[in-house]
C-alpha cells in the first residue's frame, strides 16, 4: 500500500506501477479475488496479522488484495506515501473529512463544490457540530481570515465542478504550512494526469474514481492519497499522539484504514477495484483525447451566436487560464459549462440532442450534458446555487471520446432547436 518511487512516466505507472508485479498462475491481469475473509495458517499467525505485526488479508471490510493492487498501483501513479481506497468518491471525502474533524472542529471549503459534497459539508458535518466555513476559493486572503486554534483542515476542488473556477493551489498550500494544517483538494476533473499534487503542496487528494479513472461508467469508487507533503509528526492534530508515535508519518493512512475503513465501512468491491484498474491503463489516453477536443469544442461553443458565455480554463481569456495553464500542465480537463439565454432554452437544447446523452455523470467515455440548477443542485436557494456558481442558464458538458465533429455536429442541430422560441 505504501510506495515512492518514481523511476517510470506516469504512463508507464498506470498501468504496471512500480513494477509489473507477480501475479499467481502468470496472469496478465490482477485478479479478482471475490472473497470476503482469509484463513490463516496457524493460531500465532493469525494473531500477528490481526495486531498489524505481521501482513496479511484478514476480511475485505479492512484489506482485499485486489483492492490493495489497485492502492498501490495509484500510489504509484502519484508518488504518494500512500493510498485508501473507498466504496465511493463521496465515502473518500467522508472518511478522509472525519478521520480530521470531530464535534466543534472547524473546516475552510471552497465555496465552489460539487452538489453532494456541498450538503455533506452544509448539513450532515453542521449536525455533527462541525463548522464549515465556506470561502471564494479565488480569493485565498479570506480563507487566511477564518483561521482559528479549531481550524482542522483546508479543503478545495482544484478544478471547480460545474463553475470551472481555478483557485491558487500553491497559496493555498502556503497558507496551509503556515497555519499547520492539512491542504486536502478535490482533483477529480483533473485526474493525476493533469494534477501533480504533491508539487503544488497539496497534502491530501482525494479523487472521484467514478468518473475519468473508471473511463465508460462501470463503476463507483474514491481514492484518498496521501502525498506525503504533510508531517503528520511535526503537526499532528489534537489527539493524535498515540497515532503518531505508533505509525509515524504514516498515521493518517492506518487511521483510514484501521479506524475510519474498520468502524464506518464503505470498502471497495474486488470487482469494483479490477474495473478501476482497468480504467486506469487508459487513463492518460482518454485524458489527452478528451482534453483536445474539449479545448475544440469550447472555442466553437465561444464562437456560437447564441451561447451567451463559456465556462472552461482552457479557453485564452477565460478567467484563470493562465492559473490553470501553470498549475494543470496545460490540460484543463473535459467539462465545460456554457449558458444559453434561459432555462426553458437550455431543456430545448438537451431535449434535441441526438449523440449526447442527458446524464449526471461526467469524465465518461461518452458525451454527456445536463442542466446542473434542476437536477444536481435541485432544491438550492437561489442563494446557495450562486455560492456554488450554478445558474439556471447553465448547461454542463462533458466531452468524451467520440470523434470531435460528430459532437459539434450534434450540438450544432441542438443549438439550432434551442435558438427557436
Ligand atoms: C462525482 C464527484 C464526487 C462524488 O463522487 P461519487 O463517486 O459520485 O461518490 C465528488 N467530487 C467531484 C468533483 C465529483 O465530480
Redesign the pocket.
Known amino acids: 500500500m505504501e510506495t515512492s518511487n518514481e523511476s517510470y512516466c506516469l504512463e508507464t505507472r498506470l498501468i504496471h506501477g512500480i513494477a509489473a508485479p507477480k501475479n499467481e498462475n502468470g496472469a496478465t491481469i490482477t485478479p479478482i479475488y471475490y472473497s470476503t475473509a482469509f484463513e490463516h495458517d496457524s493460531a500465532e499467525s493469525m494473531e500477528r496479522i490481526f495486531q498489524g505485526k505481521e501482513d496479511g488479508f484478514v476480511y475485505t471490510r479492512l484489506r482485499n488484495p485486489t483492492v490493495a493492487a489497485l492502492e498501490s498501483r495509484f500510489a504509484a501513479v502519484c508518488d504518494a506515501r500512500g493510498v485508501v481506497a473507498a466504496a ?6 467522508a472518511l478522509a473529512l472525519l478521520a480530521l474533524l470531530k464535534s466543534g472542529d472547524e473546516l475552510i471549503a471552497g465555496r465552489f ?2 452538489g ?2 456541498y450538503t455533506l459539508f452544509d448539513k450532515s458535518f453542521r449536525e455533527l457540530g462541525i463548522t464549515v466555513h465556506f470561502i471564494d476559493p479565488r480569493h485565498p486572503e479570506e480563507a487566511a481570515a477564518r483561521f482559528n486554534d479549531r481550524t482542522r483542515a483546508v479543503f478545495l ?1 482544484a478544478l ?2 460545474p463553475a470551472m473556477v481555478v483557485p491558487d493551489i500553491r497559496e493555498f498550500s502556503r497558507l496551509c504550512r503556515e497555519q499547520g494544517v492539512p491542504l486536502i483538494a ?1 482533483a ?2 483533473l485526474t493525476p494526469c493533469a494534477f501533480d499534487a504533491a508539487a503544488l503542496g497539496v497534502s491530501i487528494s ?6 475519468f479513472l473508471a473511463g465508460p461508467a462501470t463503476t ?3 481514492l484518498i492519497v496521501d502525498n506525503g507533503t504533510y508531517s503528520w509528526r511535526d503537526n499532528p492534530p489534537p489527539g493524535w499522539a498515540d497515532l503518531v508515535k505508533q505509525h509515524g508519518e504514516s498515521a493518517f493512512l492506518a487511521k483510514l484504514s484501521k479506524r475510519m475503513m474498520m468502524d464506518y465501512g464503505p470498502a471497495l468491491a474486488p470487482m469494483n477495484a479490477f474495473l478501476l484498474l482497468l480504467g486506469l491503463e487508459t487513463l492518460s489516453l482518454r485524458m489527452e483525447r478528451q482534453n483536445q477536443t474539449a479545448e475544440r469544442i469550447a472555442e466553437f461553443l465561444n464562437r456560437h451566436p447564441i451561447v451567451r458565455e463559456v465556462l472552461y480554463a482552457g479557453l485564452p481569456g477565460a478567467p484563470g487560464h493562465e492559473l490553470a495553464k501553470a498549475q494543470f500542465g496545460g490540460r484543463f480537463g473535459s467539462l465545460i459549462a456554457f449558458t444559453l439565454a434561459s432555462r426553458a432554452a437550455c431543456f430545448r437544447f438537451l431535449n434535441a440532442l441526438r449523440l449526447i446523452r442527458r446524464s449526471s ?3 465518461d467515455t461518452k458525451s454527456l450534458a445536463i442542466h446542473p440548477a434542476s437536477t444536481l443542485y435541485a432544491g438550492y436557494w437561489p442563494a446557495e446555487l450562486a455560492a456554488v456558481g450554478v445558474g439556471e442558464e447553465m448547461i454542463r458538458l462533458s466531452v468524451g471520446l467520440e470523434a470531435e465533429t460528430d459532437i459539434i455536429c450534434d450540438l450544432e442541430q441542438a443549438l439550432a432547436t434551442a435558438a427557436k422560441c
Request: glycine share 14%; no cysteine.
Open positions: 465511493s468518491g463521496m465515502s473518500a471525502i463544490l460539487h453532494s459534497v476542488e471547480a465542478n478535490d477529480t476533473l482525494v479523487y472521484s474514481a467514478s468518473k463507483l469508487g474514491g455523470n461526467l469524465g
